[in-house]
């Protein structure tokens, strides 16, 4: 075969208008013989075609989009196209390889190798030959390798064969492989196509042929394994042999296989892998600890080119985990309905303890590495034809299944219910310890109010159960067992627990469920609340259980009524930290709703969604739900009917009805206007009728919208008029909606600033939640041309309705300049602990940089305070509408070297305290303050530390100094590291200093005590008390002379006295005729002058030395003697000369001597008082009968009284 490449020539003015634009090509072919060569033009190529050129001089053109060429026969081609000729035609060169039973002819399968290499060819060879027989084709130049993608090197072989089904299989192969030989039947096609100008080897097979024989294959089987060769199709024909001689068995159906030795297998067919599948099957058993093999092993060899099926069946006991350590490559899960695209399938199947089995697909290429199983377990891998696995399946670990023990105890009442949630997996609820264990798959239930053991077999089994903690309410006619309702949160933390209460009242009455703030909020009832705290409320009606609603935490509706009977419900997930709404139950009223629902609306714009009972199910039939709304004042109410549908009746009709506070009734359809832009409170009742429970039912999705209707109150507010007073006003109170603006701009705080204007705006804004404050700025550039001040407060705007709540003066001076501040109602008291102001004003001073000089009330005895800085004075007063000022007088002086002075004149009427600034937080650093103490004439001071603290300075040192004010030393000086005195007497004026350090740690601070005491003048005092004594020296002497005298005339008289309505008796006489309740024992008879002034004698043995029938029986206290009703005549003695100075003593003849009292008097009754009725009476009879007014006779300090046994 020659071919010549010409350049296109002029063949006619026809070929010559086909060929413009174009790109042509002219060749020169010539097929071998034996073989059929067709050019064709790629699809969708209309404008190309290929010619055949003849006649003379080429003048003869045949064109086609595809043409065949003759064998033997050579033929000028020319190729015309728009588009590249090498991209436009392939070209098929098809020839027949012809067997016999023992030879092919031709023995070489060739190739054209300079035929048209400028397309894409494509070599066929098809092979035919006798039946049985095989046709071997031995590759020649490089091996073969199969593959399922385009090859790199631009030679692609493939293999068409007849399938099982009689569908074509095509097999594709590139270079550089192993494989050498194919053996083909009848009827297969061999190909090779190469890309365009690729050199292509003139032999590419040696072909050759042979009887059909069968495939010979050696197995090894252990006894421990089973090889099942079984068929699954019946194309080809073909039969299983295996033994020798007599022992030779054959099958068409395959063999099972156990425990064999180099046993060789013959298939009497080429291709045993179209007709037989292999599946091979191991064992393992595993302990608690262990399994048996520890691996899942492969022989990769072992009838590598069939479909092969691997199975483990393994053994696990009870409670046992079986862990599957997978290959590196790892596996990804597989849904059923997908396959591995390529590679082999594994599956996973595990027997429950029920009996059911649950499978898990699985290829490879995924991240999983570890498989935990339980139970019995069968590991299945499907390989296809041809896959390589490497030896080690997987390998198989047994451990001890780690369950889970818990410690339970139920309140009495309470039941609690462990329930399967999820089928996988297998797992079991235990109660007890063995052997009184009881376990169950599904549910465990615990009634008794004991100790009890829970066992899981799964270690996690807050995967697998829900628990449910039920708690029964039972309610009397007006009281119910548990009022406060709260869920147990230490059970079973990290499991899904559904906490449900059970309540029961008499069947016309209703059980409450009063909700804390911030109440609850309906949502529908298959969704979950955003804090997953989900609350469900269910009626027991005789129809069956009906769906009050489903609540979150948060939102309007503040309690629910339930008639009779029902349950409300609490679903929390796992591992959810437990805050609920602690619910009270209590009984309600009688009525014929299945429930009553009170809302209470939120203030301001608001749209709360309410549903109908089972909404979206069938509201229950002629039945009646209310719902009580508290609307708040100033806000209208709407509602919206979202969704309703409407129920045939059979009887009465669907109605709603309203009903205001003004008990007005309103009776609409569910297709009527419902109310608008309403005001008040209002009840709303979904009334059914008897339906026809065939067909749709009643429900309702509604929700009612609330929106202000109060005005605003605006305040025009005008400072001009006090071009230095600023004002502030900002929220302090809870309600969010109330709304403040300046200028129609809402603001959080109003400032209006000195000399302004501004039109405010307060939106439902109670003067209680809102604040005023004012401010005023005073300012001296020269002390010399400031003149005094007085802080008053001025009136604002009377459109401003709060009231003020502090005025607050911010008073600037130059830097040699001092403040003074003066009472203009005498002086100021500072407040102190244990001096604390309870003035109705209240004056704050406080420096610019924060540091409080103290809190100061009117009345006081600090007459000027002289500050050395920048200060801000706050006055608070409780309505200052009624005190406007002035509170100080302000005037400016030259620089003082403190920075602080207080000038104050102590008061004797109660103890000073003074404190430093800002007490107790500390003085600022590197102050000082001075008190200037004035003190009355003749007075004294007691000064004592009682309070101080003391810092760790960093430079200079703190410093509490004394000094009187008309000299120079010290009487006190002490630093932080010295102890201060506690105690100091000053007997003038003086001055306190204290001055701070730079501290490093800690404040200091003080707090001084000052108490006045009169002083007094020793010498008079001294002469006075002589002087005293000497004179009570003679008046004892005297007297002492005359009673000695006396009582030696009278000591053997003996005397008695008139006793009114009494009985005449003798001293010496000790028996009554009265007993003690109705004598008069205990009224003195008569008194004894010794007694009554023997404390003046001074001679304590007088007592001792009288005779015994003076210490008669004992008596009462002394009593002062009254008289009787009617005062008798009597006759006084005449007086003795010598008595004359003493006259107030009576004559001791005239008198008796009572028994000494041994029982405790009172002090009106002693001996150290006398009655002013019985002054200036020598009998001591009483000139008045008023009340007694005694008085001291003794200078002596009285004895405590003895307490009374």
């Given at each position: 075969m020659n071919m010549r490449l010409h350049t296109c020539a002029l063949l006619g003015l026809l070929l010559l208008i086909i060929l413009v634009s174009s790109e042509c090509l002219q060749l020169t072919a010539l097929p071998d013989k034996g073989s059929t060569v067709t050019v064709s033009t790629a699809p969708h190529l209309d404008d190309c075609a290929v010619c055949a050129v003849s006649g003379v001089n080429d003048t003869q053109t045949s064109c086609h989009a595809t043409l065949t060429l003759a064998p033997e026969k050579e033929v000028k081609l020319l190729f015309n196209c728009t588009q590249p000729v090498e991209q436009a035609y392939t070209v098929t060169i098809t020839q027949i390889l012809e067997c016999t039973e023992d030879s092919c002819s031709p023995s070489t399968v060739e190739t054209q190798p300079s035929l048209l290499s400028e397309f894409t060819r494509t070599f066929i060879w098809q092979i035919k030959a006798p039946a049985k027989t095989v046709v071997g084709l031995d590759v020649l130049g490089e091996g073969l390798q199969e593959t399922s993608k385009s090859c790199n090197n631009g030679y692609l072989y493939s293999v068409g064969t007849s399938g099982t089904d009689g569908k074509a299989v095509q097999t594709q192969y590139c270079k550089g492989g192993s494989l050498t030989h194919l053996d083909l039947l009848s009827d297969a096609v061999v190909s090779l196509r190469v890309q365009p100008k690729t050199q292509v080897e003139s032999v590419v097979f040696q072909a050759s042929a042979g009887p059909l024989k069968g495939r010979t294959v050696e197995v090894t089987i252990d006894s421990s394994t089973t090889l099942v060769i079984g068929r699954f199709s019946q194309e080809p024909e073909c039969e299983l042999c295996s033994g020798v001689n007599s022992a030779r068995s054959c099958s068409s159906a395959g063999k099972t296989l156990s425990n064999v030795q180099s046993l060789s297998l013959e298939f009497s067919c080429l291709k045993p892998q179209d007709a037989f599948s292999v599946e091979v099957k191991k064992t393992i058993e595993c302990t608690k600890n262990s399994c048996t093999p520890t691996t899942g092993e492969l022989d990769p060899s072992l009838l590598k080119d069939f479909k092969r099926t691997l199975k483990w069946d393994i053994s696990v006991p009870e409670r046992t985990i079986l862990a599957l350590e997978l290959p590196s490559g790892g596996l990804r899960q597989l849904s059923v309905q997908n396959e591995c695209q390529d590679g082999p399938r594994y599956s996973v199947s595990t027997t429950r303890h029920d009996g059911q089995i649950k499978t898990k697909n699985y290829c490879s290429g995924g991240a999983l590495t570890r498989l935990d199983l339980l139970g019995l377990t069968t590991v299945t891998v499907e390989i296809p034809r041809g896959e390589e696995l490497d030896r080690t399946i997987f390998t198989a670990k047994a451990t001890p299944r780690a369950g889970r023990m818990l410690s339970v105890t139920p309140e009495p009442e309470t039941i609690i219910i462990i329930s399967r949630d999820t089928v996988e997996p297998d797992c079991s609820v235990c109660a007890d310890k063995p052997p009184k264990q009881t376990c169950n798959p599904n549910i465990l239930t615990?009634?008794?109010?004991?100790?009890?053991?829970?066992?899981?077999?799964?270690?996690?089994?807050?995967?697998?159960?829900?628990?449910?903690?039920n708690r029964e309410i039972d309610c009397t006619a007006t009281t119910c067992s548990g009022n406060m309702v709260q869920p147990e949160s230490s059970l079973f933390p990290d499991f899904n627990r559904t906490f449900t209460w059970d309540l029961k009242v008499s069947s016309t009455r209703t059980f409450q469920l009063d909700f804390p703030e911030p109440g609850m909020r309906q949502i529908a009832n298959e969704d979950t609340c955003p804090d997953e705290h989900t609350y469900t409320l269910i009626t027991y009606l005789r129809t069956g259980p009906a769906v009050i609603g489903t609540f979150c935490k948060g939102g309007a509706v503040t309690s629910i009524q339930v008639l009779y009977k029902g349950r409300m419900s609490l679903r929390v997930p796992g591992h959810r930290k437990m805050e609920p709404v602690d619910f009270k139950v209590s009984v309600g009223p009688e009525t014929s709703m299945v429930a009553i629902v009170k809302?209470?609306?939120?203030?301001?714009?608001?749209?709360?969604?309410?549903?109908?009972?089972?909404?979206?199910?069938?509201?229950?039939?002629?039945?009646?739900?209310?719902?009580?709304?508290?609307?708040?004042?100033?806000?209208?109410?709407?509602?919206h009917f979202h969704h309703h549908t409407a129920?045939?009746?059979?009887?009465?009709?669907?109605?709603?009805?309203?009903?205001?506070?003004?008990?007005?009734?309103?009776?609409?359809?569910?297709?009527?206007?419902?109310?608008?832009?309403?005001?008040?409170?209002?009840?709303?009742?979904?009334?059914?009728?008897?339906?026809?429970?065939?067909?749709?039912?009643?429900?309702?999705?509604?929700?009612v919208s609330v929106m202000r209707s109060g005005h605003p109150v605006l305040c025009t507010v005008d400072l001009t008029k006090h071009p230095k007073v600023a004002l502030q006003i900002e929220k302090v109170g809870s309600d969010p909606y109330c709304e403040m603006s300046v200028n129609s701009e809402v603001v959080k705080k109003i400032n209006v600033a000195?000399?302004?204007?501004?039109?405010?705006?307060?939106?439902d804004c109670p003067n209680e939640d809102v604040r005023l404050t004012a401010s005023k700025i005073i300012g001296c550039q020269n002390v010399a041309s400031c003149s005094d001040t007085l802080l008053t407060v001025p009136t604002l705007d009377t459109c401003l309705r709060m009231p003020l709540h502090s005025f607050t003066?911010?008073?600037?001076?130059?830097?040699?300049?001092?403040?003074?501040?003066?009472?203009?109602?005498?002086?100021?008291?500072?407040?102190?602990?244990?001096?604390?102001c309870n003035r109705s004003v209240s004056l704050h001073v406080e420096e610019t940089e924060g540091f409080s000089v103290g809190d100061f009330c009117s009345n006081g005895i600090i007459q000027k305070v002289q500050v050395h800085a920048n200060i801000s004075i706050t006055a608070t007063t409780r309505d200052f509408s009624k005190t406007r000022g002035p509170f100080l007088n302000v005037s400016f002086s030259k620089e003082i070297p403190e920075t602080i002075i207080y000038q104050i004149t102590p008061q004797m009427s109660s103890p000073t305290l003074l404190a430093t600034p800002n007490w107790p937080k500390g003085m600022r650093p590197s102050s000082t303050v001075s008190w200037i103490v004035t003190l009355p004439s003749r007075y004294q001071a007691h000064v004592q530390i009682v309070n101080v603290s003391q810092p760790k300075c960093e430079d200079r040192h703190t410093a509490i100094k004394v000094k009187m004010l008309d000299s120079e030393e010290e009487i006190l000086s002490r630093r932080e590291d010295e102890k201060t005195d506690d105690k100091l007497l000053v007997p003038r004026s003086f001055y306190i200093n204290m001055s701070n350090c730079i501290p490093e740690d800690g404040n200091f601070g003080a707090v001084t005590k000052i108490v006045l005491q009169q002083k007094t003048n020793l010498l008079a005092i001294l002469l006075g008390i002589a002087g005293a004594l000497l004179l009570l020296l003679i008046l004892l002497g005297v007297?002492?002379?005359?009673?000695?005298?006396?009582?030696?005339?009278?000591?053997?008289?003996?005397?008695?006295?008139?006793?009114?309505?009494?009985?005449?008796?003798?001293?010496?006489?000790?028996?009554?005729?009265?007993?003690?309740?109705?004598?008069?024992?205990?009224?003195?008879?008569?008194i004894d002058e010794t007694m009554v002034y023997g404390h003046l004698l001074g001679d304590s043995s007088y007592a001792d030395s009288m005779q015994d029938h003076f210490k008669g029986m004992q008596v009462d206290s002394y009593h002062t003697f009254t008289g009787p009703s009617e005062m008798p005549v009597i006759k006084e003695p005449d007086p003795e000369p010598e008595m004359e100075q003493f006259g107030t003593f009576l004559d001791p003849s005239e008198t008796f001597i009572p028994s000494r009292p041994r029982t405790p008097i009172d002090r009106q009754d002693s001996l150290g008082f006398q009655d002013r009725r019985m002054v200036d009476n020598e009998l001591y009879t009483f000139r008045n009968m008023g009340d007694i007014n005694t008085i001291r006779?003794?200078?002596?300090?009285?004895?405590?009284?003895?307490?009374f046994l």
């Open positions: 615990l009634r008794e109010s004991r100790n009890t053991s829970v066992e899981f077999t799964c270690p996690r089994p807050e995967d697998v159960f829900n628990v449910e903690i809302v209470s609306l939120p203030r301001g714009v608001s749209d709360t969604a309410f549903i109908s009972t089972n909404y979206p199910n069938d509201f229950p039939d002629k039945q009646q739900m209310q719902w009580d709304f508290s609307v708040p004042g100033m806000h209208n109410y709407t509602l129920p045939e009746c059979l009887n009465k009709d669907v109605e709603v009805e309203y009903r205001n506070k003004d008990k007005k009734v309103t009776k609409l359809d569910l297709t009527d206007k419902q109310p608008e832009h309403q005001q008040g409170d209002f009840n709303m009742v979904l009334r059914n009728c008897e339906t026809n429970t065939t067909l749709q039912g009643l429900s309702l999705k509604y929700s000195a000399g302004g204007q501004a039109e405010l705006s307060f939106l003066w911010h008073l600037t001076i130059p830097q040699d300049s001092t403040i003074d501040l003066v009472s203009p109602s005498g002086g100021l008291q500072q407040s102190v602990p244990g001096q604390a007297v002492c002379f005359f009673v000695r005298k006396k009582k030696k005339e009278r000591m053997e008289k003996e005397s008695s006295i008139y006793m009114g309505g009494g009985n005449i008796f003798k001293p010496g006489e000790r028996q009554f005729s009265k007993a003690r309740s109705d004598n008069e024992s205990h009224v003195y008879a008569s006779l003794s200078g002596a300090d009285m004895e405590p009284e003895p307490e």
